[in-house]
């Protein structure tokens, strides 16, 4: 069994496009993956259960992986989970198309 802690850093929390990518990301494994916040516990390979948690800035996500791909499911589920709520800043946010704002 693995576990980690990971902190939510994206200002934004926990929404619908990182809670997809946590949960595409989780069901390429056999492996059990479980995210908790506080009490409310949840499986993470269902997406309305990833979005229930309802994380907010600087609440810590608690993962539990057990599986044979374990290992490998920890690493891919922190690489997500750094990628999608490891910046202060929103993840996608991108600069003005120029096409848009040329006058």
């Known amino acids: 069994m693995k576990q980690f802690d990971f902190t ?4 934004l929390g926990m929404h619908p496009r ?22 409310k516990v949840v499986n993470a390979k269902k997406l309305m259960n990833v979005i229930s948690l309802n994380g ?11 599986g044979p791909d ?6 891919a589920l922190q690489a997500v989970l750094n990628a999608e709520l490891g910046s202060a800043e929103y993840a996608f946010k991108k600069a003005p198309r120029p096409e848009l704002t040329e006058e």
């Not at 494994?29 to 995210?35: E, G, K, N, P, V």
């Not at 374990?70 to 690493?75: I, L, N, P």
């Open 56 to 66: 907010k800035c600087g609440e810590t996500i608690h993962a539990v992986i057990s």
């Open 18 to 39: 990182p809670a997809g990518k946590i949960t595409s990301s989780a069901k390429g494994f056999t492996s059990d993956i479980t995210l908790s916040i506080g009490d």
């Open 8 to 11: 939510i850093q994206d200002t």
């Open 70 to 75: 374990e290992a490998a499911a920890a690493d």
